[in-house]
Structures are given as structure tokens and as C-alpha cells.
């Protein structure tokens, strides 16, 4: 009985993981450029799949298989992909997240002015073009048949990342603090929202008698929690710091 009790959860997820990986092949750009060897993988993970999830996975290659870029595009990736090569050789082969969206320019600096440069004063047809080699992140501006590899906007892509990573952090903290607290399995412990807040001092809101906090504005995370039937809610500055409740912690265990 306790070997069953283990083995069902063991095997969904097992199953979960296999959709997982055969969804993360599908959608990646490389899985039309290399049939043979991208696709024998997804077949080898897909024999782990039941017939429905065989039917998920193969509405999202039919999805997947829809989606190409125009000419102007398929030229506009190919010129980034050209600028970035001067810096790091890479194949189209090599990219994944591949993103690319049609923008204006304000001018011809393309979105990526350099101080004392002067510039046309018109507006570009152009496109942002996103994609990822490995961990290393590339940005690059394209428009009247020229790419710019704009390091201003990296940076902004790169304080984006590291915000959201602290978002992640800190949901993931928050639910492990609030099980010591209740005594109970993590698992009990759901993520109902998250929302970015200000406060106008480091109470955050919550302020306590005969307490002193540093002036605001202070922007921080609102974090919604529930465990079973009861609701909880953490407060946390952005930039870190320690969970704050304004109401007591109350037990979810059942009674008896």
C-alpha cells in the first residue's frame, strides 16, 4: 500500500515531465531546421505519453508548424543575426526564444542614440529582434537595411530578468515561510496572486505601535496565499527584506 501511495504521484509526474520536454522540442525554432535528428528525440520522448497527451503534443507541432515569417522578417532576423556574428559566430540552429517584433524608429539612431551623434530626423520601418544562444541574451535594432546591437537595451532586458527572478524568489519563499509557520506540508500552501505595490513607508502598510520605518515610497510585492479554506497575505519589499503580515497567522490544520 505505501509502495502504490508513492508510485501514482511518482508516475504523473514522470508524465507531466515527458509533456513537458516534448512541448519544449516543439516549440523550439530549431525543431524545423533539423528533422532528423530533433524529431527522432521528440518520437523517443513521446513513447512515454498516453493517447491523449499524444493528441496534445501533436496539436502543438501542427500549431507550431503554422507560424513563419514574412520575407521583410526572415531578412530582418538574418541581418541581426549577421550583426551579433561579428561579435559571436552563432547558427540559426543555435538560437531559441527567438522573438521578433515590427517597430518605428524615431530617427535614424534606430532606438540607440549615442551621445553627441546627430541623427536624421525620421521615422524608420523597422524591427526589435530577440533570441537567446545558450544563457547569453541578444537584442538587436533593425531597420533601414541596417542592425544595431543596442548594449543600453540589453541592460534594460538584463533589469527585467533580474526583477523577475526576484518576483520568483520571493513567491517561492514566502510559500515555505508561511508552511513552517502553519506546520504543514508545503504542498498545502497555493499562490493565489501576486501584484507589485508602493507603500509610503517600510510598513508597507502594516504599520505596529511605538514602532519607526524609513520614508517611502517603498515598492514591494503583495503576495495572496491560501492553505486549505483560510487566506493569507505577505508583504515584502522588491529589493528584499522580511515577510510582513498584517493579520495573525491562523492554523489550517483540519480538526478532528
Known sequence: M?????????????SLLAIAMASALVTNPAFASEPDSTKGE??????????????????AREEQA?????????????????KVNERTPVSREELTNLRIRS?????????????????????VQGYLVNYNV????????????????????????????????????????ARLDLAEKLMVDPELVKMNKIKVETWADSSLGCPQPGQQYKAGPIEGLKINMTCRDKKYEYRVPLEGGEFISCTE????????
Not at 521528440?42 to 505519453?49: A, C, E, K, R, T
Not at 514574412?70 to 543575426?81: F, Q
Not at 517597430?103 to 521615422?123: N, R, T
Request: glycine fraction near 6%; include cysteine; charge should be neutral.
Open 42 to 59: 521528440l518520437d523517443s520522448v513521446m513513447m512515454g505519453l498516453n493517447k491523449e497527451q499524444k493528441q496534445k503534443v501533436v496539436k
Open 134 to 173: 545558450a544563457e547569453e541574451f541578444y537584442s538587436v535594432n533593425v531597420g533601414d537595411g541596417r542592425a544595431i546591437v543596442c548594449d543600453r537595451v540589453n541592460d534594460f532586458m538584463l533589469e527585467r530578468k533580474q526583477r523577475a527572478d526576484s518576483v520568483i524568489r520571493s513567491h517561492r519563499t
Open 2 to 14: 505505501n509502495t502504490q501511495k508513492i508510485d501514482r504521484p511518482f508516475r504523473r509526474r514522470s
Open 103 to 123: 517597430i518605428q524608429w524615431p530617427d535614424s539612431s534606430l532606438g540607440c542614440a549615442e551621445p553627441g551623434v546627430e541623427y536624421l530626423q525620421k521615422v
Open 66 to 82: 503554422k507560424i513563419g515569417y514574412s520575407k521583410e522578417e526572415e531578412a530582418a532576423i538574418n541581418l541581426a543575426i549577421s
Open 249 to 256: 497567522i491562523i492554523s489550517c490544520h483540519e480538526t478532528e
